[in-house]
């Protein structure tokens, strides 16, 4: 079992996407473990991105390569420059208004709330995910707005950063221990006691 951090981001918030993206983290079989709503402070914004130090490089590298995969330029000099733009454009644009943070728990957490969500850029997110169906920004339009991405959630990247994201956002008492029905139907090998 695995635990992942979910996001929902101030535009999926406005929306009134919260119900919607609960759904559909519930309906593929995990289970919320711990939710609250919060507006982050700037400082709360940066130490969850930078829970993983390559971060700032890595963001920056994956915009330069959407960017060229459409026959575009970035409109940064290097992908750190592109990086830290886009890091300085999350904290003005998560202390908006509430978010709300949840934890989900279930076989390859992490994985499939990735799935659930959706690519990074919503104008490319395969329909029937998140990003997909509810999002049309893109990389273009945020950067020509000096803006960071709409793109509805966040999800951990890999099991290390949800680790260390959940650390940020919850107390260890604030994570659930409990068991639902459909667990037996999703993990119990044998089925057994099903008619009981």
């Not at 981001?9 to 519930?26: C, W």
């Not at 609250?36 to 971060?55: F, I, Q, R, S």
């Not at 728990?105 to 329909?127: D, W």
């Not at 680790?163 to 994570?175: M, N, P, Q, R, V």
Request: aromatic share 8%.
């Amino acid at each position: 079992m695995e635990r992942t951090l979910v996001i929902v981001k101030p535009d999926g918030v406005q929306r009134g996407l919260i119900g919607e993206v609960i759904k559909r983290h519930e309906q593929v079989g995990l289970k919320m473990v711990a939710a609250k709503m919060v507006v982050p402070t700037p400082d709360l914004v940066e130490k969850h991105y930078l829970v993983n130090p390559e971060w700032i490089v890595n963001v920056g590298k994956k915009s330069f390569a959407a960017y060229e995969s459409k026959g575009q330029t970035c409109p940064f000099a290097t992908p750190e420059e592109c990086g830290r733009a886009v890091l300085e454009r999350l904290k003005k644009y998560f202390c908006v208004c509430p978010v709300l943070a949840m934890v989900f728990e279930g076989n390859e957490a992490v994985q499939l709330v990735r799935k659930v969500a959706g690519g990074t850029e919503p104008l490319g997110a395969a329909i029937g995910t998140i990003r997909g169906d509810f999002s049309l920004d893109s990389y273009g339009l945020a950067d020509a707005g000096s803006r960071a991405i709409r793109n509805i959630v966040h999800a951990s990247g890999n099991l290390d950063e949800a680790t260390k994201e959940i650390a940020l956002w919850f107390k260890a008492e604030d994570l659930m221990d409990y068991t639902l029905i459909n667990e037996k139907i999703l993990y119990d090998v044998n089925l057994d006691g099903l008619m009981e």
